[in-house]
């Protein structure tokens, strides 16, 4: 069975940063991506940042995080991050972490496996 478990959400001010990780377990992704995605209330999903799970370092961000955001795993621990920096009011969301995507996409309706969430609140 297939667990994502999402970790090191939190209450920070605007301009900390925050590292959420990502436990998998069932299963390893290699010639998958695996994905971080958000959910803002009253907002629909959005993608955040990709990684393809094999011995590539292609990675992609959303234009919103580009900078600010790391997206890296760790395949010994079978384990994805998500680095924060800077962080802004508006990345206030329920961040989950998503695998096994076909390469190369950001749609959150090509992931099949999905952790329950972890909430990040940003005060400004």
């Known amino acids: 069975q297939v667990q994502l478990v999402e970790s090191g959400g939190g209450l920070v001010q605007a301009g900390d940063s925050l590292r959420l990780s990502c436990a998998v377990s069932?299963?390893?992704?290699?010639?998958?991506?695996m994905g971080w995605f958000r959910q803002a209330p009253g907002k629909e999903r959005e993608f955040v940042a990709r990684?393809?799970?094999?011995?590539?370092?292609?990675?992609l961000y959303a234009d919103s995080v580009k900078s600010r955001f790391t997206i890296s795993r760790d395949n010994a621990k079978n384990t994805l991050y998500l680095q924060m920096n800077s962080l802004k009011p508006e990345d206030t969301a329920i961040y989950y972490c998503?695998?096994?995507?076909?390469?190369?996409?950001?749609?959150?309706?090509?992931?099949?496996?999905w952790g329950q969430g972890t909430q990040v609140t940003v005060s400004s």
């Open positions: 990684i393809r799970w094999n011995g590539g370092e292609y990675k």
């Open positions: 998503a695998a096994g995507a076909p390469i190369g996409t950001t749609a959150d309706s090509d992931y099949p496996y």
């Open positions: 069932g299963r390893t992704f290699l010639n998958y991506d």
